[in-house]
């Protein structure tokens, strides 16, 4: 199919990405697909580190944190949760946007270290030309992201959006509620500091969690 239609190989990705997410929920699958075949993902989340960009232990941390689940469910999720990471290893990564709450760098989540090596995290990521990383103080006030995180993908073909709940999540191919989490992303996009004041302000968290 990819050779009659000249697809580039779409087809055979697309194969891939159903085989490796066959162990994720129904729901959740279409969008792991979007997710590795972007060019651009933008990441908004007021209450924790986007996952792309979380250290083994902060994951585990937030999973176990919940009191829902099992240890072998909470396993489960780290690992698949690193294994979405790797779309940022790719031989092609997609530039990843991000805007974090500082309430979220300074919410203990796990241990001070766990939180230390976190920022760090951050920062490393930060270096790479692909990343950018941007973060809403807290003198910000209330602004538009305080109703909560969302995901934008966008590739070659598609732009579509993932609005996180505590229930499945709900990934948005309309136009218009795309567009309108755009205009959102746009707003809290206006409230985050530069990225170079974002860096610096990470590199102070974690001066505070490592003291």
Known sequence: MDRALQTGGLFERLLDNLVR???????????????????????FDPSIVPGLLQTEDYAR??????????????????????????????????D???????????????????MAAQCERLLQCAERSTVRIHVVPTTAGAYAGLAGPFVITKGDEFEVAMV????????????????????R?????????????????IKEVREQWQT
């Open 21 to 43: 997410t066959d162990q994720s929920p129904v729901w959740f699958r279409d969008w792991l697909v979007f997710e590795r075949e972007a060019t651009l993902i933008r990441w």
């Open 96 to 114: 990843l946007l991000t805007i974090i709450d500082e309430g979220a760098l300074r919410r203990p989540i796990g241990s001070p270290e766990v």
């Open 185 to 201: 992303w746009e707003a809290i996009r206006g409230e985050a500091l530069p990225r170079t004041q974002s860096i610096d302000l």
């Open 164 to 183: 996180d709940t505590p229930w499945p999540v709900q990934v948005l191919h309309r136009r218009d509620a795309v567009d309108s989490l755009i205009r």
């Open 61 to 94: 941390a937030i999973f176990a944190g919940s009191r829902l689940i099992d240890d072998e469910e909470i396993e489960r999720r780290v690992g698949a949760r690193l294994e979405r990471q790797e779309v940022l290893n790719a031989s092609c990564p997609p």
